[in-house]
């Protein structure tokens, strides 16, 4: 009776051992994984660590070790805030938005390039509409600005030509357009570039299904909705559910760059572009973080949902 | 095949025109600008600059090149995008490399241990706290370090690795290659489009960052091009804030009316954004199978 326990952490004794010789056997191939995985430790599980500065009142000076704990002080000063509707507002709206527009639009693109068959032609599209992909959004916001400008803006010079108005409007400090400008900006940086999987999956379709269709006398029109929607479903069903997770990601970049006007706060400030105003802006460290995690731990939530879905649907992310 | 039917052929002519429609609507806003950049900018103030430049004229370009900061922004731009290209890249395919061997102990928990990072991150705060922290602030590096590792990326490498035949590998094993010998010697040379691709990613990422650059960096020295550019096209007094610019130059060129605000502000986005435009066509066909050797691994 006593001689097994001996034997058995005898036993695990040994095959540390093994382990650890194994280890420094290979070494070499070790060393490949250590300075990525340092990198993903100091800059991905530090700030996961720091996150705990949300449930105190956190000073730069002690140190997260001396800072004072003050449990959920910043997520209930956050809830009372009088700008919290208003930014959940702007962040979902914004959101929905874009997945009802930017989202279905390069399928529709993808669907419509199949259609030709001039090789040259379907060429010059695609690369052109993949350059807005390539460009910061600093240009993209300076091009909005430049076509949008009361100053010889070309909508406007466009709009005044054809007597649709008579004086040449601001769009960038109205606030009524402002979702708008957003929406489109977004579908003119992202139609192309995010239509590449969807013709790879359009390519992907059996030839043999066009066959059988044309076969019993479906038009081009008809094998569009009977064959091509049909076998690309699962991955647009995919895609769409991946969507869910993202429901909180309502845009940072192009609503600092576009929407930093005073006058537009109130319609372009979303979760992430106010955690950056309060956090760097007015340094208010903890109170940031506290509205950070609160997104985060939505987002986790949602992420969860999507994969059950995706799951049911018979295709997991993990 | 069936003849294509009355409506089919709507449908197309249809497509045809919309496509064309889109294609304009997506170049016409970078063509208008080079147009402006080429333009005399007095003469541009005065509307009506759409296809064509009504004056043409260099002196934008010259303007631009002349301004030291400018100047300096680019060459931080062009440091940053190199350094900061080829460290993520070979950090992040040595890791998908050691990743992707069967024999690598911990492999599991490695492998676990860069995915959560995709699910949760501490955010932007605690970043930028830890940046402080490590003494970063206002350096080169603080805009190399932090993104250094892209999990996304190295989980592209690593399908396209373990996608490679083996054969190869073992035979240089049998003649003594030690792991770093076969991977510099065999992986690299067989993984071209795919390095390709995640460079060009890479690369289009640093090339274009302004944000991080914009809270880690105080320096005018430091300031990348598309930072600077932010600072330029936000303030209202755009001239003045092509500072730098020998004095003499400017003042005699706005003089002349030839160049202005708007008109410079177009030349140096052209200038930051024309190398990526003549890139990217080139790799075009490996990233497209970069974009979905990504999405099938979702």
């Not at chain 2, 301004?67 to 940053?80: E, G, H, M, Q, S």
Request: net charge positive; charged share 15%; with cysteine.
């Amino acid at each position: 009776m006593k001689a097994e326990p001996q034997a058995l952490s005898g036993g695990v004794k040994k095959r540390k051992k093994g382990k650890f010789v194994q280890y420094f056997k290979q070494f070499d191939l070790q060393l490949m994984v250590i300075p990525g995985l340092l990198f993903i430790l100091v800059f991905n599980y530090i700030p996961m660590y720091g996150v705990l500065m949300s449930f105190q009142d956190y000073n730069i000076f002690e140190g997260m070790m001396k800072s004072e704990w003050v449990g959920l002080k910043h997520f209930s000063m956050f809830f009372n805030d009088p700008r919290f509707v208003e930014i959940m507002r702007n962040t979902i709206v914004l959101s929905l938005f874009k997945i009802l527009i930017c989202f279905p639009a390069p399928i529709l693109l993808a669907l419509m390039l199949n259609e030709i068959k001039n090789m040259a032609f379907k060429r010059t599209v695609q690369t052109v509409t993949y350059l807005p992909h390539f460009l910061s959004w600093v240009i993209v916001a300076g091009f909005a600005m430049s076509m949008l400008s009361t100053d010889n803006g070309s909508l406007n010079m466009a709009l005044e030509k054809l007597n649709i108005i008579d004086e040449p409007i601001n769009f960038l400090s109205k606030p009524e357009y402002f979702w708008t400008i957003i929406v489109t900006t977004n579908l003119w940086k992202t139609i192309g570039f995010n239509s590449i999987v969807f013709m790879a999956a359009i390519a992907g379709v059996s030839p043999q299904l066009y066959e059988a269709a044309s076969l019993d006398g479906a038009s081009r029109f008809k094998q569009m909705f009977l064959v091509t929607i049909p076998s690309i479903m699962p991955i647009i069903v995919i895609f769409m559910i991946l969507e869910i997770g993202n429901l909180l990601n309502a845009g940072f970049e192009d609503l600092l760059l576009l929407g930093d006007a005073a006058i537009l706060r109130s319609v372009s400030d979303v979760i992430d572009t106010y955690v950056y105003r309060v956090g760097i802006g007015s340094a208010r460290y903890s109170y940031a973080t506290a509205i950070g995690l609160f997104k985060a731990v939505i987002s986790l939530g949602l992420l969860t949902l999507a994969n059950y879905l995706a799951r049911r649907s018979g295709n997991s992310l993990w | 095949m069936i003849k294509p039917t009355f409506s089919d052929r709507i449908m197309i002519g249809f497509i045809y025109f919309f496509l064309i429609f889109l294609a304009f609507v997506t170049f016409y806003p970078f063509w208008n600008s080079f147009v402006i950049s080429l333009n005399e900018g007095k003469d541009t103030m005065l509307g009506g600059v759409t296809f064509w430049p009504r004056e043409f004229t260099w002196e934008n370009y010259e303007v631009v090149f002349q301004d030291k900061r400018l100047l300096n922004a680019f060459l931080v731009t062009i440091l940053r995008t190199v350094v900061g290209t080829f460290l993520s890249v070979l950090v992040t395919a040595l890791l998908a490399y050691g990743l992707s061997k069967k024999e690598l102990i911990g492999r599991k928990f490695f492998m676990i241990f860069c995915l959560l990072t995709m699910f949760f991150s501490g955010g932007l705060i605690p970043t930028f706290v830890l940046v402080k922290g490590l003494g970063l602030m206002d350096s080169f590096w603080a805009m190399i370090l932090p993104t250094l590792v892209l999990v996304w990326n190295m989980i592209i490498f690593r399908t396209f690795f373990q996608q490679l035949p083996n054969g190869l590998e073992e035979s240089a094993k049998i003649d003594g290659a030690g792991n770093w010998q076969i991977f510099f010697r065999i992986i690299v040379p067989l993984s071209g489009p795919v390095i390709a691709t995640l460079s060009l990613f890479t690369a289009v990422f640093h090339w274009n960052d302004w944000f991080f650059p914009s809270i880690y960096i105080t320096s005018e020295n430091l300031i990348p091009i598309q930072t600077l550019l932010r600072q330029v096209i936000n303030s209202n007094t755009v001239t003045s804030q092509m500072g730098q610019l020998d004095a003499g130059a400017l003042s005699h060129m706005m003089e002349a009316a030839k160049v202005t605000g708007k008109s410079l502000q177009m030349a140096t986005m052209m200038v930051a954004t024309i190398p990526i435009i003549l890139v990217y066509p080139f790799i075009q066909k490996h990233f497209v199978k970069g974009v979905l050797i990504g999405s099938l691994k979702e």
